[in-house]
């Protein structure tokens, strides 16, 4: 049965944009160094009053009327961050009330920059196990509050932002034999905590009682990134019996244009296929998939009926992929 279908999607940024020339005069980096090794050339950075909350709130309002729906029309919210406005209640919760459905579903999901995915994986069974019938799946980050500031060789690759997307739960009608029904064709979601310490944050409530600072082994994530990808993105494409050629666009979380470049290249997808937003973004974490996927559809690429991956990996390490026929 084909899964549930993506109806709508919206997007938010912090007003403030940083670009690497303003970084240049802080630390010792330059623009040449960044875009070079990352394809990055500016971020958005949360200022006074805008956080995860925030941002996540923005972003659903957008995607409920890109589809036409009301709050009150959303019985789960599912938020992927590991920059929570606070360590508990859920981010999901305060985004819950700020748009008026209490009552229905809402926690958070931590699976740092793969955590879109797991995001849409669970709304999409809940939804499909008559939890609900329409959920709002969030990314929503401010890595900014969690970045040691004298260390160039993490504070430069992050930015801060969120995106959403609504999905529905699959009707009987939707998977007619021999239809190509819209929805979420195939997921595959993996995690290796083996590979902790090659990215994380140094602090915690239940260790040190900070919230800590991101630290990355980044040549090593690099690596493992282009082979875990490549491998999951095989993954769904057998489970969906598609083939690579099929896929009309590609949005991937967006880390380093040059992992980009190379996960492409292995599964033979054309570099015009890659929705590439990491120049204007940075890595914004559990929102740039849902950030990039929403520029695609603001600026006419991505349209109704085109087949898309999703896919992202981050600390954990977790990865995982998605195909959605729209
Ligand atoms: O979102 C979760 C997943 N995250 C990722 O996928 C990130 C994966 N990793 C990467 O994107 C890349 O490894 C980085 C962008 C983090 C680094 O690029 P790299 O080509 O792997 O560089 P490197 O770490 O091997 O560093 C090369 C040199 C070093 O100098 P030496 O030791 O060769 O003298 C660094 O000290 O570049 C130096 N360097 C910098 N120089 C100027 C590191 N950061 C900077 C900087 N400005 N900001």
Known sequence: MTGSRLVGSGSALPRRVVTNGELAARIDTSDEWIVERTGIRQRYIAGEGETTASLATEAARAA??????????????VLATATPDNTFPATATKVQ???GCNGGIAFDVAAVCSGFLYALATADSMLRTGMGRRALVIGAETFSRILD???RTTCVLFGDGAGAVVLEAPTSGDSAPGESAAGVLATRLHADGAQHDLLYVD????????VGHLRMKGREVFRHAVVNLSEVLNEVLDAAGVRAA????????QANA???????RKLGIPAEKVIVTVDRHANTSAASVPLAFDAARCDGRIRPGD???????GGGFTWGASLVRL
């Open 64 to 77: 409920l009327a890109d589809c036409g729906l009301a709050a009150r029309d959303i019985d789960l919210i």
């Open 97 to 99: 009330h700020a748009l």
């Open 149 to 151: 500031w004298n260390d």
């Open 203 to 210: 602090g915690g409530p239940s260790t040190t009682q900070t």
């Open 246 to 253: 099929e896929i009309d666009w590609i949005v991937p979380h």
């Open 258 to 264: 040059r992992i980009l470049d190379a996960t492409a």
């Open 307 to 313: 087949l898309v991956m999703f896919e992202a990996m």
